[in-house]
């Protein structure tokens, strides 16, 4: 129950600081902070899908959350190296 918790405050804190800075992003047009945003979703997805695995439902949103997050990662690493 505390696990769940820590993870459900990390993915709100997450989400928050994502919203921020695609503002921030979006206002000052300063796009090569677009790999620390997209490396910041994934965390939040991962948190999102790890938080629906533990509640053990049969469902596949959670398993879906976390092979979208890794993609991300895949995406924002992959954006670190071209830049």
Known sequence: MMK???LN???IVLSVIGAAL???VLVFQRYEL???LLL???ISTLTSGWI???KNQKGFRGYLCIITALFAF???IE???VN
Do not use: D, N
């Open 79 to 81: 954006w670190f190296f």
């Open 4 to 6: 769940r918790k820590v």
């Open 34 to 36: 677009m790999a620390y």
């Open 52 to 54: 629906e695995v533990q």
């Open 9 to 11: 405050t990390l993915r």
């Open 40 to 42: 910041i979703v994934g």
């Open 22 to 24: 695609a503002c921030y």
């Open 74 to 76: 895949f995406v924002s």
